[in-house]
Each structure stands twice: as structure tokens, then as C-alpha cells.
């Protein structure tokens, strides 16, 4: 993975999890939803990008007990908000950066 | 114990995480939630449950993503399975030095220390006799060294194995394979050339190498249908 798609991947994990906490499959089910399906991740991928995320103190989680299994539920911090924000904006202004070069 | 293509994705799962205990069981804890969930939920939309497990693991993607082994953890391994290869290689060289032995006293010392096709000898034919009995004895008693050597370090190492299932039994099976072939070419060679003087020269190695190659493969083999 590239730095590029690994900050792809850490910003599409943060904007499904500003919307409200959500575990792992909550969280691939709604990347497919919300993208008509155009991103289709090898699931396992995301859990490494989850615990990096935690590592940097942008998401934490806590583990409750659904169907008989341990399941874990991420929530973005108030720092993953800020996060959040900043890589959004760095975002917003690459594609109109690209736009303008290539419309 | 039942072989569902979920238990089985989190086995191999299991196998290749290179981890601390808690970052280990969280990932399977994680993943096992992750493959039920989703195989339920393809199981609700008509699939039989045999076909949702396989969906979800498909879906889920293969292994090497999530984890991936310390580098420094692979090159011990690798040098420990060389030292494997190296004994065992070594240690069939002494056993070949005792058939030498045995042909020794069995045809007489031109079956091993007859003119040979090998370029390299020039003894006589006593001194290739003794030196295909003594040099290769004391090769195997290397090679037995070295044994202890790898034993001592895997009985150190509490890790999982990195190195795929059965890969270094098949290197083994195809080191002494080749071994075989050579050593089958050069008695035949050798026969043809001069008859039976210096035939057993090769020929008692080739009689040790078979038996390691056939062992090899079945190790290999046996360790491939146990990863399924």
C-alpha cells in the first residue's frame, strides 16, 4: 500500500466513523453503501488501518458482547474529528487542484 | 473439531499472526465477528451457510494483508531451516561413508576405490577406499553437529512458523532428488566405463539419497494435506 492510498483509506475510515461509532463490518457496509459499491476493500484490510488509527489516538473502542461473540466498536476521538477536518480540507483542495488542471 | 471455511480462514489466520498474545486475539476476535456477521447476512439473503462462510472469507480477502511477519523472525527461520538442510545433507554423507564401509568389506576395495570417472581423484586404490569411508564419516559427524545446532535453536523458539507448510521438507525431497539422480548417472557411468571398479564410490551414496528423498517427500506431502 502506498502513503497515498494509506491516507485514502485512513480518511475513508474517518468519515464513515464521524457519522457515529460502528465496528468493523458496520463500517465496510456502510464505505460500500455510501460509494454505490466502488469501494469494494478486501474486508480484512481495514482492521490494520483501525488499529493504526487507534494507535494515533484518532479513533478508540471499546468491546461489548453481540450474538454470543465479542464484537468491537470504534468511535472517532476529539482528535480524529480535528483529523478529520484537516485531511478533508487537504482533500477538497487536491481535487480542485486536479480539476482545474484537467477540466 | 468441525472444518467450516470460516474456522479454517481463522486457523490460517491464527498461523500467520506475528504478534503479542492481545493484538492476536484481538484480530481473530475481530475477524471471527467480521466472517460471521457477514456469512449470517449473505445466509439471509439465500445462501446455503457452507456457501455464505465461503462468500464472507472471499470477501474478507487473503491473510497477508492484516499481518505480516518480522523480518528478523523470517531470516532466523530461514537460516534455521538451512542448517536443517545442511545437517541432514551432511549427515547422509557419513551414513554413505558406513555402505562405503560395508562395500569395502563386502566386494573388496575396488568396488569404491577403483579407477573412477570422477577427474578429481588420484590415491590409490586403498587410500580412495579409506578416505570415501573416513572423509564421509566424518562429514556426517559435522552434519550431526550441525543438527544439534538447528534442534537447539528451534527448542528456543516459541513463535509460529513463518515459512510456508512443507516448504522445507519439499526442498529437501528435491536437494536429495537431484542428489540421486547424479550420483545414479555417475554409477551407471561408471559401470558402463569400467565395470563394477569404483561403482560403489557413487552408488552408496545414491543408496542413502533415495531412502532421504522418499522420506523428505512424505514429510512434504504429509504436511501439505495437514494445512489442507
Not at chain 2, 82 to 92: K, N, R
Request: charged letters at 20%; proline letters at 4%.
Amino acid at each position: 500500500m502506498t502513503a497515498g492510498s494509506k491516507n485514502s483509506v485512513d480518511l475513508l475510515l474517518l468519515g464513515v466513523l464521524r457519522r457515529g461509532p460502528a465496528h468493523g463490518y458496520g463500517i465496510i457496509a456502510a464505505l460500500r453503501e455510501r460509494s454505490d459499491g466502488e469501494f469494494d476493500l478486501a474486508e480484512g484490510t481495514i482492521y490494520p488501518a483501525l488499529h493504526r488509527l487507534e494507535k494515533a489516538g484518532l479513533v478508540e473502542s471499546s468491546v461489548d458482547i453481540a450474538q454470543g461473540r465479542r464484537r468491537r466498536t470504534y468511535a472517532l476521538t476529539p482528535g480524529g474529528h480535528k483529523e478529520f477536518a484537516t485531511q478533508r480540507r487537504d482533500w477538497n483542495g487536491f481535487v480542485a487542484s486536479m480539476q482545474a488542471v484537467i477540466a | 473439531m468441525s472444518h467450516t471455511p470460516i474456522e479454517d480462514h481463522l486457523d490460517e489466520l491464527l498461523r500467520r499472526t506475528h504478534a503479542d498474545a492481545r493484538t492476536t486475539r484481538r484480530l481473530l476476535d475481530e475477524a471471527s465477528d467480521h466472517l460471521h456477521t457477514a456469512a449470517t447476512e449473505q445466509q439471509a439473503r439465500g445462501m446455503s451457510r457452507q456457501e455464505a462462510e465461503m462468500e464472507a472469507v472471499r470477501q474478507f480477502g487473503p491473510v497477508p494483508p492484516i499481518t505480516r511477519a518480522p523480518v528478523l523472525a523470517l531470516v532466523v527461520e530461514t537460516l534455521r531451516a538451512a542448517l536443517l538442510l545442511t545437517g541432514c545433507g551432511l549427515a547422509a554423507v557419513g551414513i554413505s561413508g558406513f555402505v562405503a564401509l560395508l562395500m569395502n568389506l563386502s566386494f573388496g576395495r575396488s568396488f569404491v576405490g577403483g579407477v573412477s570417472v570422477f577427474p578429481v581423484r588420484g590415491g590409490s586404490v586403498d587410500e580412495t577406499a579409506a578416505d570415501a569411508v573416513v572423509l564421509r564419516i566424518i562429514a556426517g559427524l559435522v552434519g550431526l553437529l550441525v543438527l544439534l545446532g538447528y534442534l537447539a535453536l528451534r527448542r528456543r523458539s516459541s513463535s509460529p512458523p513463518l515459512l510456508p507448510a512443507g516448504l522445507v521438507d519439499a526442498l529437501g525431497a528435491v536437494a536429495f532428488a537431484a542428489g540421486t539422480a547424479g550420483l545414479a548417472i555417475a554409477a551407471t557411468d561408471q559401470a558402463v566405463q569400467n565395470g563394477a571398479s569404483g561403482v560403489g564410490f557413487p552408488l552408496s551414496g545414491a543408496l542413502v539419497t533415495l531412502p532421504a528423498t522418499v522420506y523428505f517427500c512424505l514429510r512434504a506431502t504429509r504436511a501439505l494435506l495437514a494445512s489442507g
